[in-house]
T-cell receptor
Framework: GAGVSQSPRYKVAKRGQDVALRCDPISGHVSLFWYQQALGQGPEFLTYFQNEAQLDKSGLPSDRFFAERPEGSVSTLKIQRTQQEDSAVYLC??????????????FGPGTRLLVL | DAKTTQPNSMESNEEEPVHLPCNHSTISGTDYIHWYRQLPSQGPEYVIHGLTSNVNNRMASLAIAEDRKSSTLILHRATLRDAAVYYCILRDPRMDSSYKLIFGSGTRLLVRP
């Protein structure tokens, strides 16, 4: 079946430009996560949705980062006024239920963002 | 949060077994031990998880020390496709944020043909 998909796969932005990254989770999955992965590092948690509710946004690095999941399926991560330090791979993951400690998270391929 | 320690890198020959260690000396009694791997240019993928007993699935085996302060991911016959970064992650069900995966730096596995 279809896994998690993300678009675009690559994005080049000029510093100061706004970008929007899309995530299509596995159909029916309740939980959705965004992670940021800098070059050579492990992914770092950004935010968590349960259906349309954003239950945790503690990992968002600044108020320039905004995520939404208005209908409880597709999610968009928006970065306003991009800076060079925002360059990273942005990973989306989904899980079937409410994200419990035994639940598997299924990851998309990521969007590689380069800010010039 | 309890932390994990893994070697930065390991090498293996194709078709030989690989043992990837993870130390977690401050693990709590309720922490689940999860392993994910990340192939080049892909998102992480789940490998296996366990609590106290050793676990086997089609991808790998997980051997957990009796005191739970360490664990070992075992790939029984490494293939070139197993070259990836392997992450050992603890998840504590007592924590409100147990939904969060906290990745360290992982172990980069190189498989030689």
């Amino acid at each position: 079946g279809a896994g998690v998909s993300q678009s675009p796969r690559y994005k080049v932005a000029k510093r100061g430009q706004d970008v929007a990254l899309r995530c299509d989770p596995i159909s029916g999955h309740v939980s959705l996560f965004w992670y940021q992965q800098a070059l050579g590092q492990g992914p770092e948690f950004l935010t968590y949705f349960q259906n349309e509710a954003q239950l945790d946004k503690s990992g968002l690095p600044s108020d320039r980062f905004f995520a939404e999941r208005p209908e409880g399926s597709v999610s968009t991560l928006k970065i306003q006024r991009t800076q060079q330090e925002d360059s990273a791979v942005y990973l989306c993951a989904s899980s079937m239920l409410a994200g419990g400690p035994q639940e598997t998270q299924y990851f998309g391929p990521g969007t590689r963002l380069l800010v010039l | 949060d309890a932390k994990t320690t893994q070697p930065n890198s390991m090498e293996s020959n194709e078709e030989e077994p690989v043992h990837l260690p993870c130390n977690h000396s401050t693990i709590s009694g309720t922490d689940y031990i999860h392993w994910y791997r990340q192939l080049p240019s892909q998102g992480p993928e789940y490998v296996i998880h366990g609590l106290t007993s050793n676990v086997n699935n089609r991808m790998a085996s997980l051997a957990i020390a009796e005191d739970r302060k360490s664990s070992t991911l075992i790939l029984h016959r490494a293939t070139l496709r197993d070259a990836a970064v392997y992450y050992c992650i603890l998840r504590d069900p007592r924590m409100d944020s147990s939904y969060k995966l906290i990745f360290g730096s992982g172990t980069r596995l190189l498989v030689r043909p």
